[in-house]
Every structure is written in C-alpha cells, then in structure tokens.
C-alpha cells in the first residue's frame, strides 16, 4: 500500500469523533500569514487543531543561511504533536483550503517523524467539505495530550551541499514544483533571485490535481511522473520548490503513484541562492 493516502468528506465525516482520530487544520497564505489562524477562529472541522507553516511546521530562518521555511526542530514538533494529541497508533487527516500544500508539508513531516501509518489528506481540502454540505465550528476543544515521540529519517533529507554535488550525476532526476515562469526565471515574486537549480525539471505540484481541485487517480499520477524519470531511476529522485512547501504537494503524490518516499532539499530554491557560488539556470 503506498504511504500516501487520501479520505474524502463522506468518510471522514463519519469518522468525527473517533477516540484515536487527530485532525489538523494546516490552512495557511504566504500573502497573508494570518489567514490560517484567523480562517481556523471563524470555522473548522469539529475537533481539528490548528497547524500554523511558519509557527509550528517550520523552523526559525537565519538570513542568508536558510531558506524561507526551514525544517522546525524534530523535538519541538514531538512536542507539539503530542499536545495536538498525536500517539503512536492515531489516525491523523489533513487538510488545507485544498490545493493540499500545507497539509502535504504536515504529511512530509510525519512521515520524517516516522508516523508513516493512517495518515491521510482529506482529498480536496476543505473546498470539498464545504460542497459535500458539511458544517465547521469555531468551537476550540483542548485534546488529551498525547505520547507520540518520533525520531527524524536522515534519509528523506538532503543538504545544498549534498545536492550541488549530484548535480553531474545523469541519473539525478530533481523536480521542481514551482510554476513555470519562476522556474524559468521570467518573475520571482518571493525571492531575490529568479531561475532554477541547473538540470531541474519544473513538475508544478497543482498538476496533481484535476479540474476539481482533487488528486489525479494513482495511474495517471504514475504517467505524469515517468514522463519526467524517463530512464532514470526513481532511488535518484529529489524534490524541491520555493522553500521546501510544495514539493512535498509532489512526494505526496510520488507515493500516491506507487513510488518509493524519495529525498526532499527543503532549504529549496530560498535557501540555494543564499550562496552566490551555487549555480543558476534559466530558461527551460
């Protein structure tokens, strides 16, 4: 079975309030870091807890070191997991507005934490839960803490250096999720540097998703992926975007496709151009 999951509404409606569930809203704007805290106050999933990126699912930045949105301590995310409620054998679900960034970033960091059984991504997000006709709360519920204590996989992690070093390897697949014109370098709306790591292919993470706003069926996942590994293996796949959100939007989908969890860069493209001596493409 892939480590990936999904649950639509209608299961995961019947679900609220099993002991074992832990739900966590992960909504977030890069335009607007106060949306997800403020959007989760007005109304939520009846017992989901609130997962801020840049708070909880992200670490401290240090200018010029890392990108926008490091890795947070793995002992400070146990901790917060464990007051969201999280032990060992919980089912979790996932959800964001619904492209499925944030919650994917969630899924990744579980996954790095070990919790890699029953979690899921509420297909659609909270856009299908609204047009299945299910209702959110502004109720606030403090759950049982729980006793959930991960320990971080050194191998779904790979540094800049570790990177720039695999760049001359023809076996490097290294998808980037970001849109095509930053890719190319035609804008940068976030960074001060435009482009892309040399050798990248741009794979734009809202791909997976079909017209509706849901994850594209397992096959044709598979096909949008081997289009990019072409013959190359997938064991040398790496991902990465802007800051080490989207792209796991792309390894989520990998495993929803039957691949191997392969490594992310999650300093990303934000935390690369911190160094002037790493290279820079442009163009396609």
Not at 103 to 127: E, H, I, M, P, S
Request: glycine letters at 10%; hydrophobic letters at 40%; one cysteine or more.
């Amino acid at each position: 079975m892939p480590l990936a999951r999904l649950i639509n509404a209608p299961d995961l409606h019947a679900r609220l309030g099993d002991a074992d569930l832990v739900l966590l809203d992960c909504r977030f704007a890069l335009d607007d870091p106060a949306y997800g805290q403020g959007s989760y106050g007005e109304g939520h999933i009846a017992g989901a807890q609130f997962a801020d990126l840049e708070h909880d699912l992200s670490g401290p930045i240090h200018k010029g070191v890392t990108g926008r949105h490091p890795l947070p301590d793995a002992a400070e995310l146990n901790r917060k997991l464990r007051a969201w409620g999280l032990n060992n054998s919980s089912t979790v679900v996932l959800y964001d507005d619904g492209p499925g960034a944030f919650a994917a970033r969630a899924w990744w960091l579980l996954a790095w934490l070990g919790k890699r059984d029953n979690v899921f991504l509420l297909d659609g997000g909270l856009k299908a839960w609204r047009e299945a006709g299910y209702s959110l709360t502004a109720d606030q519920t403090a759950p049982t803490p729980g006793q959930f204590d991960g320990q971080p996989d050194a191998t779904l992690l790979l540094s800049a250096d570790q990177l720039q070093q695999r760049l001359d390897n023809p076996q490097l697949t290294l998808l980037d999720a970001r849109a095509l014109p930053r890719f190319r370098g035609e804008v940068e709306p976030l960074d001060p540097v435009a482009g892309h790591i040399p050798g990248a292919r741009c794979a734009v993470f809202t791909d997976n998703l079909g017209s509706d706003g849901r994850f594209l069926a397992a096959e044709a996942l598979r096909q949008r992926f081997a289009a990019h590994l072409g013959e190359r293996p997938a064991s040398e796949l790496v991902a990465y975007c802007g800051s080490g959100v989207t792209a796991c939007h792309n390894l989520f989908a990998l495993s929803l496709a039957g691949y191997p969890l392969a490594p992310l860069y999650a300093g990303s493209w934000s935390e690369w151009i911190t160094d002037p001596a790493r290279p820079v493409a442009t163009g396609d």
